[in-house]
């Protein structure tokens, strides 16, 4: 796959939906500057980042009402990209106005549709109901990563790193040779693995002890499943010994969604979205900030590792990498979106 193409024709997550307020927010989505304000009936507007005079980015200007003030001569331009006031100019041309984008707020993100507007498919927009649904809470974040947005999907579709990066935290060495099950159906690529019966980890244990009542050996439950065009979401349960969650009772067990919204920025920079939602103990709101807290500690780890990783490829761009008996999935879901890629370029 060409670097410098993205899978269009697809919804891209641009930003949690709490950031636009009353200012413009610049947003970079598969190499395409955009930027993002709310206008005064909620909604939100998302146009080409230039303004139309000298292409100073509109988000470097102001929000006045509905309108976008250009920093530089003041031109104001709306919700459609009209420019509805430019100096000393009585009616600007036809093209004097600014692109938009289709815009869907949705689960608590807003998400911008990239490619052509005809083809526009609101039902097409990711799925993450856990994000706007009461049995679920959770606070989430977002990272600024310098690397390309494939080498976070790998790293998310194969957990088996959770045992080596996140040793302290999230991972069990058990995680390293535990068998999984790939699934691939058309787009749908999902990942499980099933592990039974091994020690509880550090970070999750607290929440196992206060909910299970057990320190002894759990049944952990990875479900990994890829959401096209680059995101993924991941059922963790930690079960009871032999009470059924493998088979769906999860009345022994608690469960995080580790939900994963990835935006490619550009060929080299990703945005990712996060939150891991849980379905316990959800009126309290001090355990979410303790986990936002946490879970921040333990990313930080991956981003390093994937920024390590991405110089690494930068500076010797013929190297190849070379797959493990681990990879699969993240394999399968490369397939998936060169096909995507392929498809709409
Ligand atoms: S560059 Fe925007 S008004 Fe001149
Ligand atoms: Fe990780």
């Given at each position: 796959m060409d670097v410098q193409m993205f899978w269009r024709d697809q919804w891209y997550a641009?930003?949690?939906?709490?950031?636009?307020?009353?200012k413009p927010v610049a947003r970079m989505v598969c190499n395409e500057a955009i930027v993002l304000f709310r206008r005064t009936n909620g909604e939100v507007a998302a146009l080409a980042?230039?303004?139309?005079?000298?292409?100073?980015?509109?988000?470097e200007g102001h929000q006045e009402g509905d309108l976008l003030v250009c920093r530089y001569h003041g031109v104001r331009i709306d919700h459609e990209g009209i420019c509805r006031y430019a100096p000393r100019t009585k009616k600007v041309g036809p093209k004097f106005r600014a692109n938009t984008y289709t815009v869907v707020e949705r689960y608590e993100l807003i998400w911008v549709w990239i490619?052509?507007?005809?083809?526009?498919?609101?039902?097409?927009?990711?799925?993450?109901p856990w994000l706007s649904d009461s049995r679920w809470t959770g606070r989430g974040g977002m990272f600024e990563i310098n690397c390309d947005f494939r080498l976070l999907v790998d790293n998310l579709m194969d957990l088996t790193h959770e045992a080596a990066v996140h040793s302290n935290s999230i991972?069990?060495?058990?995680?390293?040779?535990a068998p999984f099950d790939t699934e691939v159906n058309g787009d749908d690529v999902r990942i499980k693995r099933h592990m039974f019966g091994v020690p509880q980890p550090a970070f999750q244990s607290t929440y196992i002890q206060r909910e299970?009542?057990?320190?002894g050996p759990i049944d952990r439950l990875q479900d990994i499943r890829f959401v096209k065009p680059t995101n993924v979401t991941i059922d963790a349960c930690f079960a009871v010994?032999?009470?059924?969650a493998d088979q769906g009772?999860?009345?022994r067990a608690i469960t995080f969604m580790v939900l994963n919204i990835i935006t490619p920025s550009t060929p080299t920079r990703t945005m990712y979205f996060w939150n891991i939602v849980r379905?316990?103990?959800?009126?309290?709101e001090e355990v979410s900030e303790v986990l936002q807290a946490g879970i921040n500690v333990v990313f930080a780890e991956d981003v390093e590792v994937l920024e390590a990783q991405q110089r690494a490829i930068e500076h010797a761009p013929e190297k190849r990498m070379r797959m493990l008996g681990i990879d699969t999935g993240a394999s399968c879901v490369r397939s998936v979106i060169e096909r995507g890629v392929g498809a709409t370029n």
């Open positions: 641009a930003a949690w939906g709490s950031e636009i307020v009353d980042d230039y303004c139309p005079h000298r292409l100073l980015p509109l988000s490619g052509n507007p005809d083809n526009v498919d609101e039902s097409g927009v990711p799925a993450f991972g069990q060495p058990e995680l390293l040779d299970l009542k057990t320190d010994p032999g009470t059924g009772d999860r009345s379905d316990f103990l959800i009126e309290d």
